[in-house]
């Protein structure tokens, strides 16, 4: 444990459990007397949405919606939603729906606040100052990006999805309401969930950066350190012990609960440790395959594990009780870590190997390539990782070695 650094990066106010999303007008009300909501059409034609609708104007909110936030978010649909509100005056910005919903929110509030083109704000500590208040609610239990200070966007400029990560782009209230998940069907309850614990495991194993008095000011992910550790944990707990019953039987709302709070845990980590290299690797193998973020990364752990097991013996351990191993040498219960991730992803029938995710062999070269080119994610793997070690993980993940 790095006892010499903690750094939690959060809301101002988080508030979970079954029946929060009511409280969503009187949090709106404190901001002011508008808000713009950013949802999807899946939810814009829901029962949920008509409820939303009615706690805002309960509260004297008057409310416009963008609906039309796609999955993976495009760049095409933040900018639509910008323009078409741009004069909106809005004391919010309210992001209801999956991570992209939330995403969407906190690039329309950026740029209805700081004007400008998106890729002016791409990499780190870009943002200038605050943002319009963000109110995040969240419907899968996933991404964490109700917590997180990052936001990710797909730019057809680019080869690859790129982020805008600053504390300012943190929502100023997260409202977790593990209800608001009961509708999500199998897949995407395993996708998000194995998502929300490759976080958490990528938070508790990154590296340890020295603990000086500017680190958080000099990087907005400053590695793994005793606040992280702690939610990363409880994450990893949490998760392991609800995914596959919240898979298998959707309406288990005890299941729901443990998981949404599993996800926002795993937020709250890797909202100031960073993720590293199944981060890095998904990104190209997203772009080739058009699959989601979650799957990808997911595939990819249990072999970025495996690479890292040399270098993190004793987090992997950890891993392993938090996941319901009780005995074993260190080295033993190292290796039934990845066991158990392994094992987990299968049963909820995660991809074994990138060719079962749809990767070409011709590819795997330019997707080492491009891996290398998200510098801050590799960096903050714990094994040092080179193009050849990229490769090798690549390699292995490809043939399900
Ligand atoms: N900002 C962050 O910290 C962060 C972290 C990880 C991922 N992300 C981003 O989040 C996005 C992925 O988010 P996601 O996995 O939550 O999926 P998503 O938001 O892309 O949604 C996927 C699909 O699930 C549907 N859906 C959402 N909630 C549902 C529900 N309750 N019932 C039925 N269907 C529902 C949506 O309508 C959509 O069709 C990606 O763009 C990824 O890059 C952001």
């Keep these: 444990m790095n006892y010499h ?5 959060a809301p101002s106010s988080i508030l979970f459990g079954v029946g929060q999303r009511h409280a969503l007008g009187r949090v709106a009300r404190q901001h002011g007397t508008k808000t713009l909501v950013c949802t999807d059409e899946r939810f814009a034609d829901s029962e949920e949405m008509r409820d939303a609708l009615a706690s805002l104007k309960d509260a004297g909110v008057e409310v416009k919606v963008f609906s039309s936030t796609l999955p993976e978010l495009p760049i095409e649909s933040i900018m639509a939603c910008a323009q078409t509100h741009a004069n909106s005056k ?23 606040t700081h004007k ?3 890729s002016d704000y791409y990499g780190e500590f870009k943002v200038p100052g605050p943002v319009i208040p963000v109110i995040a609610v969240p419907t899968t239990s996933g991404t964490g ?4 200070p990052v936001a990710v966007v797909a730019d057809n400029s680019r080869d690859l999805k790129v982020g805008v990560s600053s504390p300012f782009l943190i929502p100023h209230s997260a409202i977790c309401d593990p209800e608001l998940t009961l509708s999500c069907p199998t897949s995407l309850t395993a996708v998000a969930g194995a998502d929300a614990l490759t976080h958490a495991i990528e938070a508790f194993t990154a590296v340890a950066h020295e603990p000086t008095p500017s680190i958080s000011g000099e990087r907005v992910f400053v590695g793994k350190n005793i606040l992280s550790d702690y939610y990363a944990l409880n994450a990893i707990r949490e998760i392991s012990a609800s995914l596959a019953n919240a898979v298998r039987e959707g309406s288990d709302l005890e299941a729901r609960t443990r998981l949404m709070l599993g996800a926002l845990f795993a937020g709250l980590a890797f909202g100031s440790a960073g993720t590293a290299a199944a981060h890095a ?3 190209p193998i997203g772009a080739i395959t058009n699959t989601p973020h979650g799957l990808g990364v997911a595939t990819l752990m249990p072999y970025v594990m495996r690479f890292n097991l040399a270098s993190r013996q004793n987090a992997f351990a950890e891993v392993a009780r938090a996941m319901g191993a009780d005995s074993g040498s260190t080295q033993a219960l190292a290796n039934d870590a990845i066991d158990r991730v392994t094992m987990l992803f299968s049963e909820i029938k995660i991809p074994v190997t990138l060719a079962e995710l749809g990767v070409p062999a011709d590819r795997l070269e330019w997707v080492a390539t491009q891996s290398m080119s998200a510098a801050r994610l590799i960096n903050n793997n714990p094994e040092l990782l080179d193009h050849a070690g990229v490769s090798k993980i690549i390699a292995a993940a490809f043939a399900g070695a």
């Design 116 to 118: 400008g083109g998106l």
């Design 145 to 148: 990006s109700e917590v997180t």
């Design 5 to 9: 650094l903690g750094v939690t990066r």
């Design 281 to 283: 690797i998904q990104y």
């Design 90 to 112: 809005a004391d919010s910005v309210i992001g209801v729906g999956g991570g992209s919903c939330l995403d969407m929110a906190k690039f329309v509030a950026l740029l209805l």
